[in-house]
């Protein structure tokens, strides 16, 4: 029941209650800020005798001219957002905000504003594939520098590295609903832009056909292998999938680049029949199960209990019975899946 307070206040609780409001006004709290705070962080890479301006919240205009600390001169209330943006960039060089996104708290913010020269600098880039229906996949380099992209096709973010330099591309955020994978991500500037950088995209809640190719890489004299899965759909409504596996050869010992698969007919093949799925816990698990055919015969088939697993488009197959009994939901797959991801055991569309 709702208590409802006195029609009339004694004298001594008005004097209370407004002691309590100057307080929380700033006429007598501890915090003779108010509330408020400053946005801040520190500039690198400008070159001696140039400045550019930053911006946050689209105003509060802020000219800087030498590298190191700064701050906005205009307050932000605490729990406000702020976005550092570069409204003017120095002649000749490029400058990107990192960290410059959030929400003002009672810690100080880590903004970083970078700069290179544009003459000297390499772009980065790549391709992306799987984005549809309106949506974006968001990446992110290692330096802190977000792009976001609503269509395939090919894509390059802004800030150029220097020749040498190295460089992480990862995904931020994946469209809903869909998982992506990240191609040729990390490596070393060698005096060209870089543009093998492949992002792949797909739905989570299907079991896509084509090709997939593992993460883990087999190195040998110089040349490199991946294991290869060719999925294939067989009779209607997804009754059955087959498996056909094979390798991806690669020209160096890391499985970097644009590697062969292997012509003709794939040598090994086993079928997949599921039984149920579930979706949950940034996971879609199939189970079901397998009859292999490791040379495209077996005389006793058998058929064994499996799952397979879809995370931020790796495709990883648990055949372990035990495990399978034991981790029977999508939530309690997940560390397993996680595990294996990291191991190199998982496979990628190709």
């Known amino acids: 029941m709702i208590q409802h307070a006195p029609a009339r206040l004694s004298l ?68 406000a957002s702020y976005a ?11 400058c990107t905000v990192g960290q410059g996104t959030g929400t003002l708290a009672a810690t100080p913010t880590n903004v970083r504003v970078d700069c290179v020269s544009v003459r000297a600098g390499f772009t980065l880039g790549g391709t992306v594939s799987g984005v549809h229906g309106g949506q974006a996949v968001v990446l992110t380099t290692a330096g802190g520098e977000d ?12 800030r150029p590295l220097a020749n040498g330099a190295s460089y992480s591309v990862t995904v931020k955020t994946a469209p809903v609903g869909s998982g992506c994978v990240v191609r040729n991500g990390s490596g070393v500037v060698a005096a060209a832009a870089v543009n093998s950088v492949a992002v792949q ?15 883990r890489c087999q190195a040998s004299a110089g040349s490199g292998v991946r294991d290869l899965w060719r999925l294939s759909v ?35 093949t086993f079928w997949f029949q599921p039984q ?15 009859q292999a055919f490791p ?13 397979l697993v879809r995370k ?35 496979y990628a569309p190709r």
Request: hydrophobic share 45%; aromatic share 6%; charged share 10%.
């Open 147 to 158: 792009l976001a992209v609503a269509a395939d096709g090919a894509f390059t973010f802004a």
């Open 276 to 290: 149920r799925s579930e979706f949950g816990a940034g996971l879609a698990v199939f189970w079901g199960n397998t």
């Open 84 to 94: 550092v943006t570069v409204k003017t960039q120095p002649a000749g060089q490029q």
């Open 201 to 215: 995209c797909a739905p989570l809640a299907t079991l896509p056909v084509g090709e997939w190719q593992q993460d």
């Open 12 to 79: 001594t609780a008005l004097c209370a209650l407004s002691a309590c409001v100057l307080a929380a006004c700033g006429g007598g709290g501890d915090d003779p800020s108010g509330g408020l705070g400053s946005v801040s962080g520190v500039l690198s890479g400008l070159e001696q005798g140039k400045s550019l301006v930053l911006q946050n919240n689209g105003g509060d205009d802020l000219a800087l001219s030498a590298n190191g600390a700064f701050a906005f001169a205009q307050p932000v209330a605490s729990g």
């Open 295 to 307: 040379y495209g015969h077996l005389l006793a088939p058998v058929w064994t209990r499996v799952a």
């Open 312 to 346: 931020a488009n790796h495709l990883c197959l648990l055949d372990d019975p035990a495990t399978l009994s034991t981790f029977s939901t999508a939530a309690s797959l997940e560390p397993v899946v996680t595990a294996a991801i990291a191991a190199g055991q998982c």
């Open 234 to 268: 067989r009779g209607e409504g997804w009754s059955s999938v087959d498996v056909a596996v094979g390798t991806v050869n690669y020209p160096n010992g890391q499985c970097n680049g644009v590697g062969v698969a292997t012509p003709g007919a794939l040598s090994r």
